[in-house]
């Protein structure tokens, strides 16, 4: 069901967008070696916080569903979290287990909600579970609560080591145990402590409802009482004063497990028309009848649906649709209710409430439906939400529903990350508080960051980041904020913040490190390796006392020793890396309450990546005998892991680099063959390939027939398309110009949207021209696909030099020499006419161009228009073109005819 836990739920130290860290970190290039085609990523960067924010991003997320009142929903994810509890440390599994427990609480499942609790370590059991624990217990009993584990549970909660959101929770708790002591007055202050410390009206309504609930419970069982209160009655019988003995009676009874007496009684006094009862005194009397029945029997609800349907007292009202809210098993009965309700011409008192409690029902129920009822209930939650600021904004929770709005958007395919950063920038207008400002200031940065517009997500980085002179940095925050820079390419103000936050010593060492390995990252892509070495190195050289844990510090002197390796530093590298590896085989296995300890997950995979890069260095030195014994160890040992993977990459890298090219072939084909479900092995594939390309000429056919295999064996991956077009390249070059033209065309039918197309289409435009010999239609059909080739849209402009000169190439075949010299002249006047463009063209581009040129001079003199085909020729000279030094023969040459 819904409710418990949603409005009381203030921001915490989770972000609702963990996600956007799995991008905080960015990857290195390919191998330690230069490969044939470096496509892929080191994957150790995304290893080094990826799982452990997505962890803290996905408890986030659980965490804002039960703030928003989504309680399935926050079931679902802590469940999935929990699925994989091996990745995971004992501190954060208690953490999912507790936000399990809350989930089950807040769809009044509480038998599941101990299991859960019960299952957490001893050492564990303090501050809010044990709160969650006696809430657990009493919300499990319906009569029968164990009461000695209740208080149990209870004594050993302290306010002190208990969030805001978690002390009304324990007044009440401290109410009911007083309750069962017989200690009414304390009982009766605690609750109205409870109340008073919540400024939620449904959640005091929640409240309410428990009180009542447990008068019940602690209602004594005495027939004379009993007896004693029908004489009462019946001595008041259709006067105001029997309303109290009413109620006792009817309690008393249920004490006695009189169920049927007890609701008899209330009902022969509700059909007393002249009882002088007033209307709230008549609507107690429905509520107590409801509650006397139990919400989660088929009349009990029917009651609460009567008393919600017709009553005017807001305060009873509010009780009822709490009770009928959190039965569980019944949202489709819920849902349906509540649209009989709102369907109702006569306005309700609770409208707004029953909006947003639809809303919420609306989503949950989304969330476990098919994908057709996911769409239309989350098109009523996304209507409910939008009615509630447009006709209740006065509501206590609409604060909420721009959550709930923003959770919509982010729940759409695709996610509408914008959209939800607009209904967070409402929210924030709403705020007062300071930390409510900058946490919402921090889900807008990373609504931005996902929608991959850093520049936005970094203003509100920074202004969530803004605070007091001297008072520390949130970490996480701190670390969005840079991950955020460096995207954005604000290299340096990301370096600048990171020294100045380390000499305020406003964060911690540990934070600064990790800073620091973003930084690297991006100054290593950027091309300034020297310096991203420089500062690891800096960094590490430091010789202050080390707060930094183990792993942390291991992996920045991986990144230190990875860097030398790409800058060539080969001095004392190997001894380096080796130290590395022998400093992690003698570390302790993890102990709990170790800072400083590795789980064996982070071990492992320091243990392979450090393997993968001692071989690596080797190599580099030369050493392939001593490289090849440790890649071999990391595939003995460690075969189903990426770095073992990688470390086929690192070899044929290696062989590639001393021109054996046969040995490369054959390990990219073994790689490929080992590990063909991995997202490598197309790749693996087309480096074979390119290696078998340059063994020579008689090796084409095979090198085809790798392309070939990529195709068929992975029709879907993106190398797809670059395989076939190697493949048509490839049976050009043996002369094979039909079976190319028909590789070429199957690729522009199939993908007439790939931004390689123009490719295809010249290539195949080439076949065209090699089979059409002097055959003037098909040259002249040639000539037209070229033509129709320079209309499409943003053409590179080397690729427009070479399709120019290969059009008028056409033309001349074909007899249209005129035409010809009109194609050839607005191509050069494109570029030498345009000092940029002349400026932009690439080595080829230029080729093409000088070809143009020179053809185009050849044709005015072979016209006798010697004084235009010099002017050419001089242009040529001039922009110093490719064929510089023939047009300076031929201009020599006019000059003496001249």
């Not at 089950?104 to 501050?127: N, Y």
């Not at 209602?219 to 004489?231: H, Y």
């Not at 790689?671 to 000429?697: M, N, S, V």
């Not at 020729?873 to 003496?896: F, K, M």
Request: net charge negative; with cysteine.
């Amino acid at each position: 069901m819904v409710v418990i836990l949603y409005n009381f739920m203030s921001f915490n130290r989770f972000s609702y967008f963990r996600l956007l860290a799995l991008f905080c970190l960015t990857l290195f290039s390919g191998g330690t070696l230069p490969a044939q085609a470096p496509l892929t990523v080191d994957r150790f960067a995304t290893m080094d916080l990826g799982d452990e924010i997505e962890l803290e991003w996905r408890m986030g997320s659980a965490a804002r569903a039960l703030q928003s009142g989504l309680s399935g929903v926050a079931e679902t994810i802590y469940r999935s979290l929990l699925e994989k509890s091996a990745q995971i440390s004992t501190s954060e599994l208690v953490a999912l287990k507790i936000g399990l427990a809350k989930a089950l609480i807040g769809q009044g499942r509480f038998v599941a909600a101990r299991a859960q609790l019960d299952s957490v370590q001893e050492e564990f059991q303090k501050g809010e579970y044990l709160v969650y624990l006696a809430l657990s217990i009493y919300g499990e009993g319906d009569g029968r609560i164990d009461s000695e584990a209740f208080l149990v549970a209870l004594e050993k909660a302290s306010s002190a080591d208990l969030k805001a959101e978690d002390l009304p929770w324990l007044a009440m708790l401290q109410g009911l145990a007083a309750e069962f002591d017989g200690q009414t007055e304390i009982a009766t202050a605690a609750y109205q402590r409870a109340l008073e410390l919540t400024d939620q009206p449904m959640l005091r309504s929640h409240f309410e409802g428990l009180i009542m609930r447990q008068k019940l419970l602690a209602s004594s069982a005495d027939e004379a009482l009993v007896a004693e209160l029908r004489v009462k009655i019946d001595q008041l019988e259709g006067q105001a004063a029997a309303y109290p003995f009413v109620r006792e009676y009817a309690v008393g009874l249920y004490g006695l497990g009189r169920i049927d007496e007890a609701t008899s009684a209330i009902e022969g006094e509700l059909e007393n028309t002249s009882a002088g009862y007033t209307p709230e005194e008549r609507e107690q009397l429905r509520l107590l009848k409801a509650i006397i029945l139990g919400a989660n029997s088929e009349t009990g609800r029917a009651s609460l649906k009567t008393l919600i349907l017709n009553g005017q007292n807001r305060e009873t009202l509010g009780i009822a649709l709490q009770l009928l809210a959190r039965v569980p098993n019944q949202d489709a009965d819920l849902l349906s209710f509540l649209n009989v309700v709102l369907s109702r011409t006569d306005p309700h008192l609770l409208k707004g409430q029953i909006y947003y409690l639809r809303c919420q029902l609306a989503m949950k129920m989304a969330q476990q439906g098919s994908l057709e009822e996911r769409v239309g209930l989350m098109a009523i939650a996304e209507s409910d939400a939008r009615t509630l600021l447009d006709q209740f904004p006065g509501l206590s929770q609409i604060t909420n529903v721009y959550r709930l709005l923003a959770y919509a958007a982010l729940e759409r395919q695709p996610a509408q990350y914008r959209a939800a950063a607009d209904f967070l920038i409402q929210l924030r207008d709403q705020s007062r508080e300071s930390q409510d400002l900058a946490e919402v200031n921090r889900l807008i940065g990373d609504c931005y960051f996902l929608n991959r517009d850093f520049a936005n997500a970094v203003d509100f980085y920074s202004a969530a980041d803004s605070r007091g002179v001297g008072s520390p940095r949130d970490g996480e925050l701190f670390l969005r904020l840079i991950s955020a820079q460096v995207r954005a390419g604000l290299i340096e103000q990301a370096s600048q913040l990171i020294d100045q936050a380390d000499s305020s010593g406003s964060i911690s060492q540990a934070d600064r490190w990790r800073a620091e390995w973003n930084v690297a990252q991006a100054l290593q892509a950027s091309g300034e390796l020297d310096l991203a070495l420089q500062r690891v190195s800096l960094l590490l050289r430091d010789d202050s006392p080390s707060t930094v844990p183990a792993s942390l510090d291991i992996r920045l002197r991986w990144l230190e020793s990875y860097l030398s390796l790409q800058a060539e530093e080969l001095d004392g590298l190997a001894n380096r890396v080796t130290l590395l590896l022998a400093r992690l085989d003698t570390m302790p296995p993890q102990q709990e309450g170790a800072g400083d300890a590795l789980t064996p997950r982070e071990a492992r995979l320091l243990k392979t990546e450090i393997l993968l890069l001692q071989g690596s260095v080797y190599m580099r030195e030369g050493d392939a005998n001593a490289g090849m014994d440790v890649l071999t160890q990391l595939r003995d040992e460690y075969g189903e892991t990426t770095a073992a993977l990688r470390s086929y990459l690192i070899e044929a890298a290696y062989h590639g680099l001393i021109g054996d090219f046969v040995s490369a072939q054959a390990t990219m084909t073994k790689l490929a063959e080992i590990y063909p479900e991995d997202p490598l092995a197309p790749q693996a594939l087309f480096e074979a390939a390119l290696y078998c390309e340059r063994r020579g000429a008689e090796f084409y056919p095979q090198a085809v027939v790798l392309h070939n295999d990529l195709a068929t064996q992975y029709a879907t991956d993106p190398l797809f398309y670059y395989a076939r077009l190697k493949q048509g390249n490839l049976l050009r070059s043996m002369n094979n110009f039909a079976g190319a033209q028909i590789v070429y065309e199957n690729l522009i039918n199939g993908f007439p949207a790939h931004e390689m197309r123009y490719i295809a289409e010249l290539s195949r435009a080439d076949c065209m021209l090699a089979l059409a010999g002097n055959d003037f239609g098909d040259l002249a059909d040639v000539a037209v696909i070229l033509e129709r080739l320079l209309d499409l849209p943003n053409l590179p402009l080397d690729f427009q030099a070479e399709a120019a000169q290969k059009w008028a190439f056409a033309l001349i075949k074909s007899g249209s020499n005129e035409k010809a010299k009109e194609v050839l002249w607005l191509s050069a006047d494109r570029f030498i006419g345009d000092g940029e463009k002349a400026v932009a063209l690439g080595a080829a581009g230029r080729y093409w161009l000088a070809r143009s040129m020179l053809q185009l001079g050849e044709i005015f003199e072979k016209q006798d228009n010697l004084a235009e085909a010099r002017k050419v020729y001089r242009q040529v000279i001039a922009y110093n073109l490719p064929g510089r030094h023939i047009a300076i023969s031929r201009v020599d040459q006019i000059l003496e005819l001249e």
